[in-house]
């Protein structure tokens, strides 16, 4: 079975401020990561994925397959980035179907 | 380039009605979901369909049907609608790669009284 975990359902911060998205996840086999990311009456979208290994709109998430773990970051939060984030997972079994996690919404204060 | 969409996006429903939501997409892909989200609990899976002809199970199936008689559409059905199905409803596709990115349509707003 194959589980997403995010442990914070609000988080705010302040403009210019970090900030750190946490996500765990649950998987025997080699999973897939990414971050999906809905702003305010918008659909959801991909952010990041972590094979692509890339920074998106300065956002960044290492898998740490040690720790389990799949955290986005940002070293200096802008009001823009106030969203809900989902972290999501595929197994080597499930193609491209996606396990999310409960979600996070960062609100960024000014 | 329209993507996903789906219809209707929002509408209220009295228990026991009927009612099927329809998801169009125009990417040629291979797979197709139904979600749903709900506050606290993220996006669950109801149903899916790797192809054509084809759907299956997801984590929270029960009280849906779907049906994906052609490559582009996928319809989700509500036979006997009750206030715990009230939720907003994703449609998305994706072609088969695991890496592959999903593409979200707008969201149906559903409320059953």
């Known amino acids: 079975a194959q589980r997403v975990t995010q442990p914070e359902k609000l988080l705010s911060v302040f403009k210019g401020a970090p900030v750190e998205l946490k996500c765990n996840y649950s998987y025997s086999g080699s999973p897939e990561l990414f971050w999906y990311v809905q702003y305010s009456r918008q659909r959801l979208q991909l952010l990041l994925r972590h094979i692509s290994r890339e920074s998106i709109k300065g956002f960044t998430a290492d898998l740490n397959k040690g720790e389990t773990s799949f955290h986005l970051k940002k070293p200096f939060a802008q009001e823009e980035d106030s969203a809900m984030y989902y972290c999501a997972l595929s197994g080597q079994t499930s193609g491209s179907r996606l396990t999310f996690g409960e979600g996070t919404q960062l609100t960024v204060n000014p | 380039n329209a993507g996903v969409t789906q219809t209707p996006k929002f509408r209220v429903l009295k228990t026991g009605q009927s009612m099927t939501l329809l998801c169009a997409q125009d990417m040629n892909h291979e797979y197709m979901y139904w979600y749903r989200q709900d506050p606290g609990m993220g996006l669950r899976l109801i149903h899916y369909s790797v192809g054509e002809g084809t759907t299956a199970k997801g984590e929270v199936p029960d009280g849906y049907n779907v049906s994906r008689l052609k490559k582009q559409n996928f319809l989700l059905g509500l036979e006997s609608a009750a206030p715990s199905q009230t939720s907003v409803y994703f449609c998305?596709?994706?072609?088969?790669?695991?890496?592959?990115?999903?593409?979200f349509g707008q969201g149906t707003r559903l409320t059953v009284v």
């Open positions: 998305a596709s994706s072609s088969p790669v695991r890496d592959t990115e999903a593409f």
